[in-house]
Every structure is written in structure tokens, then in C-alpha cells.
């Protein structure tokens, strides 16, 4: 490529482009084993910090405990310090009479006279033990004698209600060794020493740069083709999460003067350095440039046999990692967590990260590219016999995958694909696998958020994973979900979904959605017509342009019928979502499409009613009196959620 070309290349000129600049891709084991040795040994920088300051650091230091805890024989109950030899007689029927010492030994109070042979000193729970007593009575089991006596009815042994000095904490004793990290449990050990600094591993300062002309940060205004900076937040909040300290300095555009001097600044400042995107447009070259001029050896890696993550960039410029993620987050959030967050650790003195793992079964076919070690973001549920793992499949491009899926499985290098019933491994982005008390299983509706609300307020967890009609019909016939929502016509019966049932579920209706024709308010060409008259209309003008949708979508076959054989331009866009068909319209991509009222209403577009799709509930009967599904039954026939439902222009069945 040459030098200074940042342009997007031609279509045809991309694959030699992508060649170029991947030409020695690295194994992830490769990858790691290089960035390491060429980062490690090397000294974990400390600091001292106040206590207050100091959660989450791993301690530099041993710490040996300077004093005894606690410093003196201390009375854990309230009641007398007394001799137990004066009591070994006492009993139910002989109590033995103590004379009261005239001081009362409070917390915080130092005693002053000794407990003499017959008589005991009032004192209060942790209270210093006078000198001559060696047990407390508790107050509870002994009665006023007048006013400056007492009686004891029963022995007391050396030492009761006694703690010693030392007993806690021994003065000299190895408190807490070098590496431990401070929770609250060690500050609080810290703090009953006396100790209010102690020496940490230095947080390591982590520069992060997201870069790209279209970015703009959260809170600001989005420009058309423009989208929201989710790197830097995430990329920022993952190094603080593995004991680093990021600085997010903000994105920058695709400009080679502005991103090295954005990159100067950085390494000027900071122990590492991470960037994200630039590496599919030809920038690549740019940040790969721009680090050769940073410092020494420079890049490592560049090209990782991962997927997703396979641009990632590693490179060292002087003693400082500098990282080049990908730009899709969660190509980058996989990188980060598999390549970069051991080193950072490392780097802070960390041990390394202790991720729980499971093991579930695929229930799909989940195909693999071979010659890269492929992460596969799942959600779990609790199928006959053991976890189910269903990949969450939404490309790496989507973010919600990483919030809503319980961890993720790896498919080595080697396979292309992992065969629906096979075991895997699933590595838990939480510590314990959330298992939900309710799982549906199929097609998405926004409605379905608004029945399950209320089962989520009364602390009913509920997993909802979109896998279309069909599959949640396949995943109600394993028993792997309590409800399949699906909305598939049966052109034989022409009635929606009954006929789609099979042994052992039963239908419960659900809501109804109109269908229709959606515009942009005001065009002409579709106002106050009928839907049959708006796509005529539409056929008659050359310049209208369609938005289609996906094939096996219930609405794709009403399009279809409604288009009698005509294939109009648009009509192989086929997006899968009704949110994206009305995008297309609201964005001028396309003059009209079909979607359901609700959700061109959202966006403001004009709507003309077609037909009523039916959106109802396949149940697993053997399923039906667990508890969340009974609530989720009382919710959908609640006039709660009629009403909502209504309000979000659906009609309840
Ligand atoms: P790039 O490698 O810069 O071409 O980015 C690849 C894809 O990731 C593009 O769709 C970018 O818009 C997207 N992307 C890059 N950086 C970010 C970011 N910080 N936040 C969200 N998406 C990003
Ligand atoms: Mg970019």
C-alpha cells in the first residue's frame, strides 16, 4: 500500500489489501508467549497509600502486626472482674459474697485499683481486666448483696469471658504477606493494628484512545452516520476492573498528525497505551506507522488468529505496551480479556484472574473458522440433563450480546465447527452461573418486556433469548425453555400457530400486532390510500424504494403476497428486524417497507394497517406450575398488562 493512502479501497481491492496488512498472522499462543517475553520480567513499581486509598491494591510489602490486638486482657461481657479461685465453692445453694471495689472499669477506662482476695471490680464488655482479677462474671448471674456486695451462685473458671492480649493479633506476626489484595477484611485487619499506610503495587497508568471519524461520546448529539464511542467506556472500565488506572483521552479522528501526537502525549504519561479501531479502513497502516516512529522494537503481533479480534495489534515502544483492538467492542472486549488482562495484572501485581467455569451442551450446530481460535458468547439455561449453552449470535458487532450472555466457550484453532450435543466448557463473565427462574425462548417482542416487567420487580429473573419462531419451537420440544413466543402463519389452515404445536406443548394466546405499510409522513404517494393501493402506487413509480425482510419471517411472506411475483428496487434488502425496516424509511435508505404499528409509531412514520399478525405463547406443558411461569401466566392476563400493551399499540388476545 502506499504511503499516505488512507482511502477506503474498492471492494475488489480489499481482500489484497486485508492480505497486506495481515501477512504474518500470529496463534494466539504465539501472540501471548511474544507480548509477554518481551514485557516481562520487569519491576512492579509501588507506592505508599492511605489506607482509605488502598481497596484493591495488592500489597508491596509483608506486613508484620507492630502491637498486640488486643493490647490488653479485655472482659468480653458485661459484668465483674473477679478471682475465680474466690468462687470455686459457690454454688445453687452456697453463694459465695463478693465486696464491690469502688471504681467501674468502662471501655476506654483504665483500671486503677486491683481485684483483692473477696472482692470484684463492675466492668463493662471490653473493658481492660484489673490487675488480680483472672475471669469475669457475667452480670446476669449474679444479684445485689446491698449496696457495696454481691452474690456469685456458681464456679467460674480461669479465663472465662476473658480475651487476651495478643489473642487476636499477636504482636510480630506475619499479617499479611507481599501480592495479598486489599479488600475490606485486610484494611480492617490493618486498621485494628494501627497501620493507616502500607506499601502497594503503583496502579498502572493506561492511556486509553479510541479512534475513528465517526465516533462521537455518550451525552452527545449523534450526527447522521455517526455512532457512539462504546470502546473508550468499556475499554476504560475493564482495565480499572484488573487493577489498572485508565485515562480515557477521548477519540480521535482518522488523521495520522493527530493520532501520533495524541499517541505521544499518551506515552509521555502513561505506562500503556490502548487504542481501539483503525485497523479495517487502511488506518491500520496508519497506527502501524505511527508506532514504528514511537519507540522500540515496536510491533509484535500484528494479525492474531483469533476470532473475533483478528486485527489486533501488540506492540512495545520502549519499555511501554502499546495495544491496537479492534474496533467492533466486542471484538475488542475479547481481546482485551484474553490477550491484554494478563499482562495488565501482571503489570499490577495481580494474580492472575480466576474465572469460574461450567460445563454446559450446545444445542445448535455452531460453525467455526478454521485456523483461528473462536470465542462464542453463550446464555445458559437448565436443560433435562445438565446447562444448555445457546450461542448468543449476534456478530461482532453487537454489544448487548456481552450484557446479556453468562460467559462465553472457545472453539480451538483446529475445528470448524462444534456439533450440536457436544459438552464445552463455558467460561462465566460472573462468579456463579445466574440460573434464571423463567426462560423464553424465541421470537422477540418488544411487548414481551412490558409482561415481564412486573415478574422482575418481584425479584423473578427472566431470560428472554431470540432465536426466531422456529428455533424456540425446537428448544420447547427439548424442554430447554418454559415458553417459545412464535407468530407462524399456516398458509394450509391460513390460522397463525396453532398448527405448529407439537406433543407436550399448548398455546396460550399472546397479542395481536398490525402489519402494515410504513412511510414517511407526507409522502404523497402513499396518504390516505389502503395497503393494496400504496404498494400498487408504489410498483408504478420506478424511483419508490423498497426495504424487504428476511426470508422465513412472517411478515416476508405477506410482502410477498402483496407483491404478486414483482421484485422492486430494494427487494433484496432483507433486513431481520422490524426496527431496522423502519430505520431504512425514517433514514431515506428506502420509501417503504412492512412493519407492525408499534414500532413505526416509535419512530414517527406513517402507517397503513394490512393484516393482524398473531404473537402467541407455545408453553412446555410439563413446565406450566413452576412458579415463574404461573406468575408470567397471572401477569399476561392482568389488566396491567392489557393495558400497557395497548398503550404500546398492540391487542391483546
Ligand atoms: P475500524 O477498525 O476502525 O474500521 O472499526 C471497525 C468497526 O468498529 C467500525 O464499524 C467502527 O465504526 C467500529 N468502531 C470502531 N471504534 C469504535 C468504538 N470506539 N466504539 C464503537 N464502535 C467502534
Ligand atoms: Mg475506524
Redesign the pocket.
Known amino acids: 500500500m502506499g504511503s499516505g493512502m488512507t482511502m477506503i479501497p474498492k471492494a475488489r481491492d480489499r481482500s489484497a489489501l486485508e492480505q497486506e496488512q495481515f501477512l504474518n498472522i500470529l496463534s494466539r499462543e504465539e501472540a501471548l508467549a511474544r507480548f509477554a517475553a518481551a514485557l516481562f520480567p520487569r519491576a512492579i513499581p509501588s507506592e505508599r497509600r492511605k489506607l482509605a486509598d488502598a481497596l484493591g491494591t495488592a500489597l508491596a510489602e509483608d506486613i508484620t502486626a507492630p502491637i498486640d490486638v488486643p493490647p490488653f486482657d479485655r472482659s468480653n461481657v458485661d459484668g465483674f472482674a473477679v478471682r475465680s479461685a474466690d468462687l470455686s465453692a459457690a454454688g445453687e445453694g452456697a453463694p459465695a459474697r463478693l465486696a464491690l471495689n469502688g471504681e467501674t472499669i468502662h471501655c476506654g477506662i483504665a483500671p486503677k485499683l486491683q481485684v483483692a482476695v473477696g472482692t470484684a471490680t463492675p466492668i463493662a464488655t471490653g473493658g481492660p481486666l484489673p490487675r488480680g482479677a483472672d475471669a469475669v462474671v457475667m452480670v446476669e448471674h449474679t444479684q445485689p448483696a446491698g449496696s457495696d456486695a454481691l452474690e456469685v451462685r456458681r464456679a467460674v473458671s480461669p479465663g472465662q469471658f476473658v480475651s487476651y492480649a495478643g489473642s487476636d493479633i499477636a504482636r510480630g506476626e506475619a499479617l499479611l504477606r507481599a501480592g495479598t489484595i486489599i479488600g475490606s477484611r485486610e484494611i480492617g485487619m490493618l486498621a485494628a493494628c494501627g497501620i493507616a499506610e502500607v506499601r502497594v503495587a503503583r496502579k498502572p497508568r493506561v492511556a486509553v484512545i479510541?479512534?475513528?471519524d465517526?465516533?462521537v461520546q455518550p451525552g452527545e448529539a449523534l450526527a447522521p452516520a455517526a455512532?457512539y464511542?462504546?470502546?473508550?467506556a468499556i475499554v476504560a472500565a475493564a482495565i480499572d476492573e484488573n487493577g489498572g488506572e485508565a485515562i480515557f483521552l477521548g477519540?480521535i479522528p482518522d488523521d495520522e498528525a493527530k493520532l501520533e501526537a495524541a499517541m505521544r502525549h499518551a506515552l509521555a504519561d502513561a505506562d500503556m497505551l490502548v487504542l481501539?479501531?483503525?485497523?479495517?479502513?487502511g488506518?491500520g497502516d496508519l497506527s502501524h506507522r505511527i508506532i514504528g516512529r514511537l519507540g522500540q522494537p515496536g510491533i509484535i503481533a500484528h494479525g492474531v488468529a483469533l476470532k473475533p479480534g483478528k486485527?489486533l495489534c501488540l506492540a512495545m515502544c520502549d519499555g511501554k505496551p502499546v495495544v491496537i483492538l479492534?474496533?467492533?467492542?466486542t471484538s475488542a472486549m475479547f481481546t482485551f480479556h484474553d490477550v491484554v488482562v494478563p499482562a495488565l495484572r501482571k503489570m499490577a501485581g495481580l494474580p492472575p484472574r480466576s474465572d469460574t467455569k461450567v460445563s454446559a451442551t450446545v444445542p445448535v450446530r455452531i460453525a467455526s473458522e478454521l485456523g483461528r481460535t473462536e470465542f462464542i458468547m453463550v446464555s445458559l439455561v437448565e436443560g433435562k440433563d445438565g446447562l444448555i449453552a445457546y450461542p448468543s449470535g449476534k456478530g461482532s458487532?453487537a454489544i448487548t450480546s456481552f450484557a446479556q450472555a453468562d460467559g462465553f466457550l472457545r472453539i480451538e484453532a483446529l475445528a470448524d465447527q462444534m456439533p450440536a450435543g457436544t459438552g464445552a466448557e463455558v467460561t462465566l463473565f460472573t462468579p456463579h452461573v445466574r440460573v434464571p427462574d423463567l426462560v423464553i425462548v424465541g421470537s422477540h417482542c418488544t411487548g414481551l418486556d412490558l409482561v415481564t416487567a412486573p415478574l422482575a420487580h418481584a425479584g423473578l429473573t427472566v431470560r428472554s433469548i431470540a432465536v426466531g419462531s422456529l428455533g424456540g419451537l425446537a428448544a420447547a420440544k427439548r424442554g430447554e425453555c418454559d415458553l417459545a413466543p412464535i407468530h407462524l402463519f399456516d398458509d394450509e389452515s391460513e390460522t397463525y400457530n396453532a398448527p405448529y404445536l407439537a406433543e407436550g406443548l399448548e398455546l396460550v394466546p399472546g397479542w395481536r400486532r398490525m402489519q402494515g405499510i410504513v412511510f414517511r409522513d407526507g409522502d404523497r404517494r402513499f396518504e390516505g390510500l389502503g395497503a393494496k393501493e400504496a404498494v400498487a402506487a408504489a410498483l408504478a413509480d420506478a424511483t419508490c424504494i423498497m426495504v424487504n425482510r428476511n426470508q422465513g419471517a412472517g411478515t416476508r411472506i405477506l410482502i410477498d403476497r402483496l407483491l404478486g411475483g414483482a421484485r422492486p428496487e430494494g427487494y433484496w434488502n432483507q433486513p431481520r428486524s422490524h426496527n431496522a425496516v423502519a430505520a431504512a424509511v425514517a433514514q431515506h435508505r428506502a420509501d417503504w417497507g412492512m412493519t407492525i404499528a408499534p414500532v413505526a409509531h416509535a419512530v414517527g412514520l406513517g402507517f397503513i394497517p394490512l393484516a393482524e399478525e398473531h404473537y402467541d405463547f407455545a408453553l412446555v406443558t410439563a413446565r406450566k406450575q413452576r412458579p415463574a411461569v404461573q406468575a408470567f401466566l397471572d401477569a399476561l392476563g392482568s389488566d396491567e398488562a392489557r393495558a400497557a400493551l395497548e398503550r404500546a399499540g398492540f391487542r391483546p388476545a
Open positions: 479510541s479512534t475513528g465517526e465516533l455512532i464511542d462504546t470502546n473508550g477519540a481501539s479501531g483503525g485497523t479495517s479502513k488506518a486485527p479492534p474496533g467492533f467492542p458487532g
